[in-house]
């Protein structure tokens, strides 16, 4: 078993007991006919999979015809292999592309783990020089927070000001990672609401100050979610999405929580790739999304 799947496990172990003692209530009475269905649908709805997502998941569990003598282990399997289908098509391999310098943008709302997220991930390339620009200007403590996790993997830190132009200190940090010649440079970014305009706006800006260094950059603009957060992270999806070039999603908080219901929401309504997802503080406690595992973990299987 590797080792974030544990640490998964015990996590969702938490807050999945509504869901998988629901499950545990629904299966214990009943025979499997369409009322059960429906029960099981609203309890997948509950545990934030949407109507669309929850729907697909019925529907491939119908089709697996689980037979009457199937123990409650057997459907909960046949049950995490439905939302695995679903979950499936946002499983992709982050690549980091061929470009000279990959520039790789961190986004999300406040406390979505953007900054926890890219001293992890820095972390797992070894063999790359690699700098860290500290675009969140709003925060003092921001800038110390990068600047610990600079010191932690060896990463020069790139700093500004307090309270000094975003777009400006990006320009001056991709010139600088240009001159030394990095090979990747993440950029952290203020964390902000979607809907405070100024912010919204100034995130737009960063991208376009960063084209006018690097046209192809950022190569990955990636948005952090808290997975804590339930309902509200389907939202955040869609409207990053129209504020900037989103190609993949970090998922963070994953040990505390069985809030993983949402994915399937994602999954369905906004499909985006999931490269990683966050399970701890520490910086190892970043791993590859896997479908199944995570399904079978967050039906309460081992
Ligand atoms: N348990 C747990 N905590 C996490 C994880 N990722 C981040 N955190 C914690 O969540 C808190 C917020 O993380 P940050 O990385 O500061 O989040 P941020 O998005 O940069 O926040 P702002 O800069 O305020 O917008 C910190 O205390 C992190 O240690 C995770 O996967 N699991
Ligand atoms: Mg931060």
């Known amino acids: 078993m590797s080792n974030w799947f544990s640490k998964l496990g015990l996590g969702l172990k938490k807050s999945s007991t509504p869901l998988t003692s629901g499950l545990g209530s629904i299966f214990s009475k009943k025979k499997l006919d369409s009322s059960t269905l429906e029960e099981l649908e609203e309890l997948l709805i509950c545990s934030d999979m949407g109507v669309t997502g929850s729907n697909q998941i019925i529907k491939n569990f119908s089709a697996q015809r689980v037979n009457k003598e199937a123990t409650n282990e057997d459907i909960r399997q046949t049950l995490a292999d439905s939302l695995a289908v679903v979950l499936k098509s946002c499983e992709k391999k982050f690549e980091l592309g061929d470009a000279k310098l990959v520039v790789i943008m961190m986004v999300g709302v406040n406390g979505a783990g953007k900054t926890t997220a890219i001293g992890k991930l820095a972390a797992k390339f070894k063999d790359k020089k690699i700098s860290f620009i500290a675009g969140d200007t709003f925060r003092a403590a921001a800038v110390e ?38 090979d ?35 190569h990955h603009t990636l948005l952090c979610l808290d997975a804590t957060t339930g309902q509200n992270t389907l939202d955040q999806v869609k409207t990053f999405k129209n504020m900037v070039d989103i190609n993949g999603l970090i998922i963070n908080k994953l040990d505390g929580t069985a809030k993983g219901g949402i994915l399937a929401a994602i999954a369905t309504e906004s499909p985006t790739p999931v490269y990683f997802i966050g399970v701890g503080e520490g910086i190892d406690d970043l791993d590859e999304f896997n479908a199944s595992d995570f399904a079978r973990s967050l039906m309460g299987l081992k």
């Open 184 to 218: 990747i440079v993440f950029i952290d970014t203020a964390g902000r609401l979607q809907n405070k305009t100024n912010l919204v706006e100034e995130l737009q800006k960063v991208v376009r100050v960063i084209k006018k260094v690097i046209p192809e950059a950022p």
């Open 145 to 182: 927070q990068l600047s610990v996790w600079g010191e932690r993997n060896k990463i020069r830190v790139f700093k500004g000001t307090p309270g000094c132009d975003a777009a400006g200190l990006c320009f001056d940090g991709l010139q600088e990672a240009l001159k030394q010649q990095d």
